[in-house]
């Protein structure tokens, strides 16, 4: 279908929300690799709201789509994988958390150098 002032192709409602959509999705991956790679404590919790307020965006036009049949969702999951992906998702958050503490207590034990500075390890 063309556009009659233009003569262009005209887009969709569906076309138009899709690309929207998939905007959206991207600006959230962009936000979350923004807010992970932040050192500084406030810009994490900015990109951290922007990317919720992205997600909730998000969300709510897929519910739109959705109930307009302009979104295909996939296959229902199994409970069974859902459960291992969870369990899985656990132990990864408890190793996480392991890891973390075992750090801040071998940083609270490294010395002082002849500086008078403390020796920050590298994988910071």
């Not at 969702?73 to 969870?86: D, F, G, M, V, W």
């Amino acid at each position: 279908m063309l556009n009659q002032s233009t003569g262009h192709p005209a887009l969709t409602d569906e076309d138009l929300a899709s690309t929207i959509l998939s905007d959206l999705k991207r600006v959230t991956r962009e936000y979350a690799t923004a807010a992970t790679e932040s050192v500084c404590p406030e810009t994490r919790q900015m990109f951290t709201q922007l990317m919720n307020t992205t997600l909730t965006m998000q969300g709510e036009l897929y519910t739109v789509m959705q109930q307009n049949n302009m979104y295909n969702a996939s296959s229902p999951a199994l409970k069974q994988e859902i459960t291992k992906q969870l369990q899985q998702y656990q132990q990864t958050q408890q190793k996480t958390s392991q890891f973390i503490q075992q750090t801040q207590m071998a940083n609270s034990q490294i010395p002082a150098n002849p500086a008078g500075q403390m020796t920050t390890p590298a994988y910071q």
